[in-house]
């Protein structure tokens, strides 16, 4: 087990939460965004940090689309400037409440980047360090698939408060996933739950719930015992609206998809909350001794 207390805690920034999972093109991306959104609603401060170099799905998720030629790989200038001034860091986008970073603002929709997988963890440092976030009350960074870079630095280096798994209900999906939870569980970073995504289709025409993929039938302890945030249908207009830039929690705010994000969010809040109080009990005992410490050479 790795020691927490070890690691960084990010100045300004009440709770840092990554979303995952083992697997590619399950709605990392997708849950992110619409999460980060109706965390904003609820009013809070939110940052959201595009944690995929290789392919950032971000920038197209929120509208922005930069087309340069893609005959050239574009390197990105990797340093790490934590001792610049806020008004000389690179500032971050605001997006429908939510201040958002992503390499792929820097560079085209179709060019290849080429960081090294073992400088994703350098990249990393310097999106957290070199970008003005601000004060934040979340910062919630999108990680690309797998359990390799960045996830190894982020979680080896920094206090994450806390990773939500997103898998879909096939059993190749839920077995990756199993996998990156147990890296989150080896590191020590706190698992928040399980997002359901792409769980059955919400019918475009009779607006009912249509089972398509068989789900698993196989249990898995790691995921089956985590707390399953939200089921997430598989929506036709989920998908539309996300790749046209607007996001289902903005462009249909009443939809049951968008209900589930808002859900889902309400539960982060709380469930953070709780932490932070558990956190606050442990730090306060932690200092009892030394009070006693004192008192006996004030006495002696
Ligand atoms: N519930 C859903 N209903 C319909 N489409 C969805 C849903 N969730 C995600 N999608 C679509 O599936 C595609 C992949 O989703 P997304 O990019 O969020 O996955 P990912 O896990 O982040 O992928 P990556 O492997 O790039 O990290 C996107 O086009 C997205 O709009």
Excluded at 35 to 40: F, G, Q, R, V
Excluded at 201 to 228: N, W
Excluded at 232 to 250: E, S
Aim: hydrophobic share 40%; with cysteine.
């Amino acid at each position: 087990m790795h020691q927490r207390s070890r690691r960084e805690r990010l100045e300004h920034i009440g709770a840092v939460l990554v979303v995952g999972s083992g697997k590619g093109g399950v709605g990392k991306s997708t849950v992110s965004v619409n999460l980060a959104i109706s965390l904003a609603k609820t009013g809070a401060r939110v940052g959201l940090l595009d944690g995929d170099a290789y392919g950032p799905s971000i920038p197209m998720m929120v509208g922005v689309r930069k087309r340069v030629g893609a005959k050239s790989e574009a390197i990105l200038p990797l340093a790490e400037r934590r001792d610049l001034a806020a008004e000389k860091k690179i500032q971050p986008l605001l997006r429908y409440g939510v201040k958002l970073m992503s390499v792929g603002f820097f560079i085209g929709e179709e060019q290849a980047v080429a960081p090294l997988p073992d400088a994703l963890g350098m990249l990393m440092r310097q999106l957290l360090f070199s970008v003005n976030w601000g004060e934040l009350d979340y910062l919630i960074i999108d990680l690309p698939p797998g359990t390799s870079e960045p996830q190894a630095t982020l979680c080896r280096e920094f206090e994450l408060s806390g990773a939500l798994l997103v898998t879909t209900p096939q059993d190749i999906a839920r077995i990756d996933t199993a996998k990156a939870v147990t890296m989150f569980q080896r590191m020590s970073v706190p698992i928040l739950g399980v997002v359901q995504n792409m769980a059955g289709l919400l019918c475009p025409h009779c607006g009912q719930m249509v089972e398509i993929f068989p789900s698993s039938a196989e249990p898995r302890a790691q995921l089956d015992d985590l707390p399953l945030l939200g089921r997430i249908p598989l929506d036709p207009v989920a998908v539309t609206n996300g790749d046209k830039g607007y996001p289902i929690v903005v462009s249909l705010a009443d939809s049951p998809v968008a209900m589930v994000f808002s859900d889902i969010s309400a539960q982060i809040v709380q469930r953070m909350t709780l932490l932070q109080h558990a956190q606050d009990a442990d730090s306060e005992t932690e200092q009892e001794p030394d009070r006693e410490e004192d008192s006996d050479e004030r006495e002696a």
